[in-house]
């Protein structure tokens, strides 16, 4: 499971100059800060690389829970079927010839084309085997022969999924990159959330002199 980690370095110092229960409050203030920050720019970092819609990578990103001196958030594991990456059903190729216009056969029709889907951002894969049937809730899925047969004899088939967003940010092709992303953007965010509370602080005790 991949993580983010958030060191904060230095407050042992500041604690000699400044009111304790302030530090805590500014260390609260700038995780709150920084967690919320996360999951806009995990989605955002997902979306300018895979063929996924926002919205629909925000809803496998749950959280943040603040705890203490720590927030998590939880990336899901359940894959996207290959619809949601713009799957295209292929043409069938008949392969037969064409019926010419009064002078027998005519030529061959062309061959048609494999379906495909987009995982990665202008990246089209083929999904040569892979056809759109209805499922039991109604919705078209995209299915292809898997191993084995049923117990009437037909071959077994089996949904086509995409990577899910928890492999995408720990194990994915640029999930060194995203968790980069994230952290540069919450270690913006702390240190702004952080400061902020600091000079809310500094502007009561002024103003009480």
């Known amino acids: 499971m991949a993580g983010v980690t958030l060191e904060i370095k230095g407050l042992d110092q500041m604690i000699k100059f400044t009111d304790p229960k302030t530090i805590d409050r500014a260390v609260r203030g700038g995780l709150t800060a920084a967690a919320k920050s996360a999951t806009k720019t995990a989605a955002q970092s997902i979306g300018q690389r895979y063929n996924l819609q926002a919205r629909r990578i925000k809803q496998d990103i749950s959280g943040p829970y603040i705890r203490g001196d720590e927030a998590t958030l939880i990336f899901a594991s359940r894959a996207p079927t290959i619809n949601q990456f713009g799957f295209k059903p292929g043409t069938r190729a008949s392969g037969a ?6 002078r027998g056969w005519g030529k061959p029709t062309k061959a048609g084309k494999p379906g495909s889907a987009a995982i990665f951002k202008g990246q089209r894969v083929k999904y040569p085997t892979s056809f759109l049937a209805l499922g039991a809730g109604g919705q078209p899925l995209p299915l292809r022969a898997g191993k084995g047969y049923t117990r009437t004899g037909k071959r077994r088939l089996v949904v086509g999924y995409g990577p899910s967003i928890a492999r995408i940010f720990d194990s994915g092709r640029y999930g060194h990159l995203i ?7 919450i270690s913006r965010r702390f240190v702004a959330g952080f400061q902020r509370v600091l000079d809310s602080a500094a502007r009561g005790y002024g103003g009480q002199g």
């Open 97 to 102: 010839p064409g019926l010419g216009r009064g």
């Open 179 to 185: 968790r980069a992303e994230v952290e540069a953007e």
